[in-house]
């Protein structure tokens, strides 16, 4: 059993893409799969057709400290669970503000439930429902397209996840990198992808996840892409990477423990992100061309149908995605496990 954020403090780069479409590989695999949309903009229960569950029913109910999981009422979808967003997530922010409201997830997914895999899908923005998925987390990956304000914001998340690990989470795994929307024509995308592995070693993941209009597609209308396309390259590539997750997180005996990959830089105590990435990706213009890349991401796979017009490069010298601003005081240093009371109710019925 094991619970995996998907988290990036930069939106656009796949994470809701990847949490249905690796929810949907586990499915076909075989393991009993959960995922919660953590995103109070809910593009997750959107994108699976799913209607908005009443607040309690929904990731905002998962709070509640009486929540059992193995009770809860949830939606079916793709082969595997779900618990959707609801707008109650986006009020229900004003009134978590506790240092210890970031625990309470931990605390259900603790009780006990009967899942393999419980994915938490994020928002962007680095507020208590990500750090709620943080502190229950076992795993995390991090969607990074190999461009530079996606790189900036997952190395940002990087950093938050050896914060968290530190001061709240010691069980929590080192995080993995997932490259997705990856375009083998690109030499900036072999380049990013490069400079990932070089910096991070095991910290990334081996299976990219190239770009594949079946993803989108299927998940425009409701289904992923198991449903409509199961031989499309974006099918292929996210069962790989399930197995390749599934070998590290849902392995008999795999304890969470340290990654080779270099650890974070040594984490000011606050704030949780901070602008000042030190070892900043290179701007894609200042990079040297980079040699025909014989890695995976840049094989191009026979799936014609998939093929995507090359996007336009970034602007020179494009910024990095400003510091997101913890919506929420985020944690206490050494805040205590605190004794659970409150919860839902606490919430006003919101
Ligand atoms: N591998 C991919 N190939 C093509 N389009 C993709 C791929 N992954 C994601 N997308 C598209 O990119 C957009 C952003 O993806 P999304 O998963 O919503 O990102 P996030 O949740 O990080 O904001 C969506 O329109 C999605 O359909
Ligand atoms: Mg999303």
Redesign the pocket.
């Known amino acids: 059993m094991s619970v995996i954020s998907?988290c990036?403090h930069?939106?656009?780069?796949?994470?809701?893409?990847?949490?249905?479409h690796l929810a949907a590989a586990l499915a076909l695999q075989g393991r009993r799969v959960l995922v919660v949309d953590f995103?109070p903009q809910g593009?997750?229960t959107r994108?699976l057709g799913a209607a908005e569950p009443k607040p309690e029913h929904s990731g905002l109910g998962l709070l509640d400290p009486q929540a059992d999981l193995r009770a809860f009422p949830v939606q079916r979808a793709g082969g595997f669970d779900l618990i959707g967003a609801s707008m109650a997530l986006t009020k229900a922010l004003r009134a978590l503000t506790k240092p210890t409201d970031v625990l309470w997830l931990r605390e259900t997914v603790r009780a006990g439930h009967d899942y393999d895999v419980v994915l938490l899908?994020t928002?962007?923005a680095l507020s208590v429902y990500t750090m709620n998925a943080l502190v229950a987390s076992d795993h995390v990956v991090i969607?990074v397209?190999p461009e530079y304000q996606p790189v900036v914001g997952a190395e940002q998340t990087w950093q938050t996840v050896g914060l968290v690990r530190d001061k709240l989470n010691p069980a929590l795994a080192g995080p993995r990198f997932l490259l997705?929307?990856?375009d083998a024509r690109l030499n900036r995308h072999a380049r990013y992808a490069e400079y990932l592995r070089e910096k991070y070693g095991e910290g990334v993941l081996q299976t990219p996840?190239?770009?594949?209009?079946?993803?989108?597609?299927a998940?425009?209308d409701g289904r992923t892409v198991y449903d409509i396309q199961p031989t499309a390259r974006?099918a292929l590539?996210y069962q790989e990477a399930a197995r390749e997750i599934a070998g590290y997180a849902l392995a008999e005996a795999s304890a969470p423990g340290p990654l080779a990959a270099p650890a974070p830089e040594p984490a000011a105590p606050e704030p949780v992100v901070s602008n000042a990435t030190s070892s900043p990706p290179p701007a894609p213009q200042a990079a040297p061309p980079s040699p025909e890349s014989p890695r995976p991401e840049a094989a191009p796979h026979g799936d014609g149908a998939?093929r995507?017009a090359a996007p336009e490069p970034p602007p020179a010298g494009a910024p990095a995605e400003p510091a997101r601003q913890p919506s929420a005081p985020v944690h206490q240093p050494d805040a205590p496990t605190p004794a659970v009371a409150g919860g839902w109710t606490r919430l006003g019925g919101l």
């Open positions: 998907v990036n930069k939106g656009g780069t796949g994470k809701t893409t990847t949490s249905i995103d593009f997750l994108m899908d928002a962007a969607p397209t997705t929307q990856v996840i190239r770009t594949s209009s079946s993803l989108a597609a998940s425009r974006g590539d998939d995507q």
